[in-house]
């Protein structure tokens, strides 16, 4: 059995392949503020992720990667596991991001977030 430190995440064997998915921004923030720096209006997000599977991070770069944000399209290159997305300048708004591996050891994986 193997844990994931951070994310109280165990991975056995013959556990389903999971993406994990992850976002930074380059919002100002106050050196001494140790929260995540949340994005603002038209401050880009960079959206990344991994998969694990068996325990294991998986190799992707041979692995066609669709991107989709609000059902859209932007991107289905091979090995692309982060993505620059723009932001909405309206106050609450969300945008919904959607990474899909078509063809994953013959299985598909989505994974959407907001």
């Excluded at 991975?11 to 994005?39: C, E």
């Excluded at 209006?41 to 041979?62: R, T």
């Excluded at 997305?85 to 994986?109: H, K, W």
């Amino acid at each position: 059995m193997i844990f994931f430190i951070g994310g109280g995440v165990s991975a056995q064997q013959g556990v389903a392949p999971q993406l994990f998915v992850t976002w930074r921004t380059n919002t100002y923030v106050p050196p001494d503020y140790q929260g995540k720096a949340l994005p603002t209006a038209d401050i880009p997000v960079v959206v990344s992720f991994e998969l694990i599977d068996n325990g294991k991070i998986a190799d992707l770069s041979k692995q066609t990667i669709y991107w989709y944000m609000d059902n859209k399209l932007i991107s289905n290159k091979k090995g692309v596991q982060s993505l620059l997305v723009a932001t909405y300048d309206v106050q609450g708004s969300e945008r919904g991001v959607r990474i899909e591996l078509p063809d994953y050891r013959n299985q598909t994986i989505i994974k959407t977030v907001d």
